[in-house]
């Protein structure tokens, strides 16, 4: 085994989906399955139950995670040994974010971060923006660009960047460019096209609940490029942050329906730990992020760049 191995097989046991774990590391599902069962003929034991319905770590496999995340860890540290000989910071930083994320938040920290830290690298995981708290949470990430909840739990560390309104987007080619009525008529009538979890979703159930209001809802999917895809198809309307239709592939093709006041803005930043743990040379690195994410102004960053 090498740790290459142990890298696929933390991220399939973190995500315990073999899809979304393969996509991470840059393989094929059927590779990821193969690469699985070499380790598990090196080993001699089982370490995930696999069904058509779900993956689950053996008691083995929880044994083996302990010994692959020691591993890495180690790797880490005597690299990061090597790096203090110049009195540099380096490491692997994993970062999970959004697709919309990397191409609308992401860039001013890459650049501060490369040019006051080169020796940090990224390994970026792109997901549904519900995934990534958990992921932080989880210690598969140790930052993460998300929407920020109203009152987050004190062992996150939040640092707003920019500010977004939520709205309903709809296909300029499709069948919903003019929709008319109050919100509550909208949503009622027209066909919606809505995340699955998040708070975005939470926002929109607690106010057609509020409003005693049946939402025409015509389909769930994960992410705001999935959402979006959708709407592109005319299959409804999608709730989507608006900076999701300011940047990227979306900024042709649609139109912007406001969803009101009652959804507020979507409040987007850094989310990593409140707590900094880990080996000698995970500490320098999660305070070389934390300086450069607490020491610099980033709205002021945006708005020079005319994204406000």
Same mark, same amino acid.
């Given at each position: 085994m090498d740790f290459f191995e142990l890298r696929a097989f933390l991220q399939l046991s973190g995500t315990l989906h073999f899809a979304r774990a393969a996509e991470a590391v840059n393989l094929s599902p059927s590779a990821l399955s193969r690469l699985v069962a070499r380790l598990e003929e090196e080993l001699g034991v089982t370490l995930?139950? %696999? /069904?058509s319905r779900e993956v689950s770590l053996t008691e083995e496999g929880r044994r083996f995670e302990a010994f692959a995340k020691s591993c890495l860890a180690g790797q880490e540290e005597l690299l990061a040994s090597f790096a203090?000989?110049?009195d540099t910071v380096s490491g692997t930083l994993h970062v999970y974010a959004s697709v919309t994320a990397c191409y609308t938040i992401m860039p001013p920290f890459i650049r501060r971060l490369s040019a006051? *830290?080169?020796?940090?690298?990224? /390994?970026v995981e792109t997901g549904d923006p519900a995934g990534a708290m958990p992921a932080v949470r989880e210690g598969r990430a140790e930052l993460a660009v998300a929407a920020i909840p109203d009152t987050p739990p004190d062992f996150f560390d939040c640092i707003s960047v920019r500010t977004s309104p939520l709205v309903f987007a709809a296909s300029c080619s499709g069948p919903y460019v003019e929709v008319s009525g109050s919100p509550q008529d909208i949503v009622s009538s027209v066909p919606l096209i809505l995340p699955k979890a998040g708070i975005a979703r939470e926002r929109f159930d607690s106010w057609v609940r509020s409003r005693n209001v049946t939402p025409r809802v015509a389909a769930e999917t994960?992410?705001?490029?999935?959402?979006?895809a959708l709407a592109a198809l005319g299959m409804g309307i999608a709730l989507v942050p608006k900076i999701v239709l300011e940047n990227g592939p979306y900024r042709e093709g649609f139109i912007c329906h406001s969803a009101g006041n009652a959804l507020g803005? *979507?409040?987007?930043?850094?989310?990593q730990r409140t707590r900094i743990s880990g080996t000698e040379g995970m500490r320098r690195m999660r305070l070389a992020v934390t300086d450069i994410l607490h020491n610099t102004r980033? %709205?002021?960053?945006?708005a020079a760049e005319g994204k406000p």
């Amino acid at each position: 085994m090498d740790f290459f191995e142990l890298r696929a097989f933390l991220q399939l046991s973190g995500t315990l989906h073999f899809a979304r774990a393969a996509e991470a590391v840059n393989l094929s599902p059927s590779a990821l399955s193969r690469l699985v069962a070499r380790l598990e003929e090196e080993l001699g034991v089982t370490l995930f139950e %696999r /069904s058509s319905r779900e993956v689950s770590l053996t008691e083995e496999g929880r044994r083996f995670e302990a010994f692959a995340k020691s591993c890495l860890a180690g790797q880490e540290e005597l690299l990061a040994s090597f790096a203090r000989a110049g009195d540099t910071v380096s490491g692997t930083l994993h970062v999970y974010a959004s697709v919309t994320a990397c191409y609308t938040i992401m860039p001013p920290f890459i650049r501060r971060l490369s040019a006051k *830290y080169p020796g940090i690298h990224l /390994s970026v995981e792109t997901g549904d923006p519900a995934g990534a708290m958990p992921a932080v949470r989880e210690g598969r990430a140790e930052l993460a660009v998300a929407a920020i909840p109203d009152t987050p739990p004190d062992f996150f560390d939040c640092i707003s960047v920019r500010t977004s309104p939520l709205v309903f987007a709809a296909s300029c080619s499709g069948p919903y460019v003019e929709v008319s009525g109050s919100p509550q008529d909208i949503v009622s009538s027209v066909p919606l096209i809505l995340p699955k979890a998040g708070i975005a979703r939470e926002r929109f159930d607690s106010w057609v609940r509020s409003r005693n209001v049946t939402p025409r809802v015509a389909a769930e999917t994960e992410g705001n490029e999935a959402i979006m895809a959708l709407a592109a198809l005319g299959m409804g309307i999608a709730l989507v942050p608006k900076i999701v239709l300011e940047n990227g592939p979306y900024r042709e093709g649609f139109i912007c329906h406001s969803a009101g006041n009652a959804l507020g803005g *979507y409040d987007i930043g850094f989310i990593q730990r409140t707590r900094i743990s880990g080996t000698e040379g995970m500490r320098r690195m999660r305070l070389a992020v934390t300086d450069i994410l607490h020491n610099t102004r980033w %709205r002021e960053e945006f708005a020079a760049e005319g994204k406000p």
